[in-house]
């Protein structure tokens, strides 16, 4: 059964439109992440889920049933929001309970509960005293806590780890993923954070502009991505795309730029192969360059890098390949270890040829 | 610090005294008139403060038998007669000003939800409603009068409550607005989510929130009916007297002029006004909002 | 050499609490250093302290040799950059940019070529005339640097300023500041709780920790040769295991015994035998299908997808330890036998909490 199915969904703000046809399904006990920069729509998609606003057209259907036209509190979803919003005049147990005492669940019943989940986030400390006195680590906790006291079809999380240090985000990750395969709860995880993204989820949706650019499991969308905002928002570093000639020369599909000029026979595998236009860009993953000291077969290619960031476990370099500029990462002892003329090498790969005009993928 | 620095400090010392001497003389004045004798009411050069100290005026205010007793003492100067005594303009006053600013902080609350939550009336509603208080009332006191009379609602109580809560609602509306404009629409949403209603979840999340902005709003109405004379004046004609009504009142032909009596009764009308200050002060919390909202 | 920026003993108290308690620092002409640590470690009291919004309780703070305390904040020549973008929303770029030279009284005509070359060594050209509150916040941060430092200051502050820009941004920001930063020679004092931010820009980061900076040395050093548990555990990203371990000594050797791993043999060291930790980095981990020497077969929990890499959760003992293997590395295995490269991992003293140098098998630690 699907926890949750949108079909066609549009919204508008005056002028703006914030969700532009979003259609997806979220299967249930599934970890969903939709991702995409600020103002991409990340919130309102989840606000219209949840009720808090009404959408223009489409339909919202959980666990089957259409909810398009219910109140909020019909819905059975939980949603943390990007700011919190714990209510501040109640205690942390108090927050906690909220939903319980509304459903108007018998006193001992939301105590053992509030126990249950305070115990499980670490925040039993918490529960006597006021939002205003804990941390920013500690809010979040709590907030987390009053979205999964009470079982629902749909846990929507928006952003809940931004505001934290990047130690104890990545710390709260994982007890996210521990948290949602042990329950089995269906959970729709919103973040700009491709890293987090990549990390948690069973799949993922790529909102951009209010639109889904493409939606897919991680390797799916990390190896095939459907277009340059795709490709170039999730991985990091971003996918170098460099434009190129594709030129025949006796009979062989060639790549030629002002940086490169590379013989690609596995093009013709490509369906659309003969109706290719002549101006394309390459795509070419940073850790799928090859960088050496010295020209050679692998590494036939001049360039210079201008730039190494020394990321202890692996380094990128900054480098120049004719008027491109690209990145490559090579691990932190590579040999090439300081800025200057070094050589590269790469093999572009056919899914990864990128149509200049619509910007997308050939395939 | 510098020479410079000090002559500074002194010249903006010296502007806070000067301006809160003007501030406050008034209420000095006052005060010091009310427990002056009848000779010295109305002295030139004035006296600042009277070496006969007297309770004379209050009791003319409060103690009908003392206002006959003033009048028959007045004969031969003037031929003075005191109206009733002051307890009914009191009481008329504090009916009329408490539901005047009980209507008008309920439905001011009520109207600025609306406009902050679901934007009615578009972006410039507020201020166009705030437009209409700005023309001089004076202007519309004619056809109030025409429209009270027709609808009989003249010299009643409901009337000035009514005429006073329709004046007074557009301040209600623009103070009310921006406190709840501070409370995030996500804590209603997070309660509305988590099984309220919409208007279940604005009383009891944002509701107490805004409780200390509600307050200062009601004691600012509230100072505004306790005090307002005009329609008073022109929509009674005796059988509501409120306390500006019962003070014009002592300057009049059948009266003469009782700077006195007057004076003890303003003091005395300050009361409740402080009263209901100090009452509501420790309601003025600011900052309950901080660290469960981030921003 | 002079130093650029010298931080000579600083404390600094709000009420009982001590925010800043002796901290040292130097910064060379030109340098990029990161002062990094968790929130409410002291930095960005110590930034206020040098801007000259705070007056230390002891100590000083000397620019090109001479102390600055006596100095006022607009006179320091100290450009500022930090968080809640410190850009004019009602002027537009243009004017952004100049008001700082306008504020020298630098001339007009001075001033307009100077804000056109600045703008586009930046590649802000395009953004001049658009109004301040019309960008966007990676558009807001790139012009408030380019305000700071076209005054030309003599040094840098940054306050955490990419911490409200989406990730891609931050990227793209951390590559420009860094390019400027070389361009023009620029000493910057960069605070930071990212320590990918720290390694990817600086020439060497001081780590701080409540009030004290334990540890100073360029990204590599404080990487590979962390000075405690605390710097270890905060350097490095899928953060580092620390494992508890019991070390036994034969004579002036040692050898470590872990949950999972037995006879780690770990060369020379000054310990004590009894309970400690050892430090691996999830890329010390060996994961192979196959067992193999020194190998033990450890459950999957969890595994994180990168693309470019995955990280293996899995159980050690009475935890999970992070392991990365590459993507080529088959998924949805239950279980995968573990090795450890020795010669990278840290042992660290269960009570100092220091890590401890060994010199194994001849190579010096």
Known sequence: ?363 | MTGQGTWVTVVKRAAVVLSMLIAFFPIFWLVSTSFKPFEEWANWPPIWITDNPTLQNYRIVFFPEAAREFAAAQEGSLDYKVSGSAWKAFKDSTIISTLATLCSVAFGTLAAYSIVRFRTGGDNYPFQFLTVRMFPPIAVVVPMVAMFSILRLSDTYWGLILAYTAFTLPFSIWMIRSFIEDVPAELEGAAMVHGMGQFRAFATVTLPLIKGGVLSTALFIFILNWSEFLFALVLTSGDVVTITIQVANYVSASSGKLYGVQAAMGTVSTVPVIVFGYLIQRHLVRGLTFGAIKR | MIAKLELRDLHKRFDDVEAVKGLSLTLAEGEFLSLLGPSGCGKSTTLAMIVGFLQPDEGDILIDGRSILQVAPQRRRIGLVFQDYAIFTRLSVRANLAFGLEAQGVARGERKRRVADFAEQLHLTHLLSRAGASLNMGEMQAVALARVLITEPKLLLLDEPMSNLDAADRADLRGELKQLQKQLDQTVLYVTHDQVEAMSMSDRIAVMREGLIIQVGSPEEIYRRPANRFVAEFIGDPPINILPCEVLKSGAEISARTACHGDLRLGKAEIDAGEHWLAVRPHVFRAGYEPGEGTTPVEVRFVENFGAEHVLHVEYGDRLVRVVVPPSFAGNLDTVHLGLDLSAVHLIDRSSENTVPRAALGVPA
């Open chain 1, 1 to 363: 059964m699907t926890a949750l199915a949108l079909h066609g969904l549009c919204k508008s703000f005056e002028q703006v439109l914030a969700l532009d046809d979003v259609t997806c399904e979220v299967a249930d006990s599934e970890f969903f992440c939709v991702v995409g920069p600020t103002n991409a729509g990340k919130s309102t998609l989840l606000k219209t889920i949840a009720g808090l606003h009404k959408p223009d057209a489409g339909r919202i259907d959980i666990c089957g049933r259409d909810v398009t036209a219910e109140q909020p509190k019909d819905r059975r979803v939980s949603l943390l929001f990007q700011n919190i919003a714990l209510f501040p005049t109640l205690t942390g147990y108090e927050n906690i309970a909220f939903p319980l005492r509304t459903a108007k669940v018998p006193e001992t019943e939301v105590a053992t509960r509030v126990q249950e989940v305070a115990a499980l986030l670490k925040v039993e400390h918490l529960l006597a005293r006021l939002p205003k006195t804990f941390s920013g680590g500690e809010q979040q906790r709590v907030a987390i806590g009053r979205a999964i006291v009470q079982a629902s079809d749909l846990l929507m999380l928006d952003e809940p780890l931004t505001n934290l240090d990047a130690r104890i985000r990545i710390a709260l990750r994982i007890e996210f993923k521990k948290l949602q395969k042990e329950s089995g709860q269906s959970v729709i995880y919103v973040t700009h954070d491709q890293v987090e993204a990549m990390s948690l989820s069973d799949r993922i949706a790529v909102l951009h502009q209010g639109r889904f650019q493409q939606i897919g499991t991680p390797d799916g969308i990390y190896h095939r991505p459907a277009n340059r905002f795709v490709a170039r928002f999730i991985g990091t570093p971003p996918m170098n795309l460099m434009e190129a000639e594709l030129i025949s020369q006796a009979d062989d599909p060639v790549l030629v730029a002002s940086g490169f000029r590379l013989a690609v026979p596995a093009l013709r595998g490509l369906a659309c192969y003969d109706s290719l236009p002549r101006r394309l860009a390459v795509g070419v993953r940073p850790e799928e360059v090859r960088v050496g000291p010295s020209e050679s077969e692998k590494t036939p290619l001049a360039g210079e890098v201008f730039w190494i960031e020394r990321l202890g476990s692996k380094s990128v370099l900054d480098a120049r390949l004719g008027d491109a500029t690209i990145k490559a990462v090579v691990g932190p002892d590579h040999v090439v270890s300081r800025e200057g003329p070094a050589w590269f090498g790469f093999d572009p790969k056919p899914h990864y040829l990128l149509d200049l005009q619509s910007e997308e993928f050939f395939r």
